[in-house]
T-cell receptor, first 114, second 112 residues
């Protein structure tokens, strides 16, 4: 596709359930990022994939959060045993190798945990 | 702790007023600096960037930003705002790595 695609756009779940959020980056982009956007918190870095290198997971808030990227393309962010404080918009972005900081963002997945 | 700070959380202006949004960072060494914008209902997009050279950089839609190394600042400016500039503005830094760290954002409302 022309841009970064994320699904679902909206997800409502019950506390304690697991959720999976999907990101399809721009074709040819080697770097992929996940951020979390909450009111008053700005954009919180979660995880960063760059090519075949080990991902930078330093932003994941707890071991309930994990992400993988298959075949250097599509990525899935998984949140296990969701809590109400996980409610936020989860943003995915991708960039070309060598274009430091020039990210292309998706529309985001809005997660609401009841 | 190392961070990116945006002290103006919410700014309200009338059209034609001048704008300056503050951004300070606390990382040492080489940094690359960015401003991103999120218009209502749209995704985040790059407004301008600074890597090196002239510390005054110009971006899209008449925006500019000045890197002042001694103040660890990268403030965003526009001489005359328009209603269409209503958006949320995020300052961001890549401190020595490709990992982009964002500030908390500034919500700008421009009234006609």
């Amino acid at each position: 596709g022309a841009g970064v695609s994320q699904s679902p756009s909206n997800k409502v779940t019950e506390k304690g359930k697991d959720v999976e959020l999907r990101c399809d980056p721009i074709s040819g982009h080697t770097a992929l990022y996940w951020y979390r956007q909450s009111l008053g918190q700005g954009l919180e870095f979660l995880i960063y994939f760059q090519g075949n290198s080990a991902p930078d997971k330093s932003g994941l808030p707890s071991d309930r959060f994990s992400a993988e990227r298959t075949g250097g393309s599509v990525s899935t962010l998984t949140i296990q045993r969701t809590q109400q404080e996980d409610s936020a918009v989860y943003l995915c972005a991708s960039s070309l190798e060598g274009t430091i900081g020039e990210l292309f963002f998706g529309e985001g997945s809005r997660l609401t945990v009841l | 702790a190392q961070s990116v700070s945006q002290h103006n959380h919410h700014v309200i202006l009338s059209e034609a007023a001048s704008l300056e949004l503050g951004c300070n960072y606390s990382y040492g060494g080489t940094v690359n600096l960015f401003w991103y914008v999120q218009y209502p209902g749209q995704h985040l997009q790059l407004l301008l960037k600074y890597f090196s050279g002239d510390p005054l950089v110009k971006g899209i839609k008449g925006f500019e930003a000045e890197f002042i190394k001694s103040k660890f600042s990268f403030n965003l400016r526009k001489p005359s705002v328009q209603w269409s500039d209503t958006a949320e503005y995020f300052c961001a830094v890549t401190p020595n790595t490709d990992k982009l760290i964002f500030g908390t954002g500034t919500r700008l409302q421009v009234f006609p």
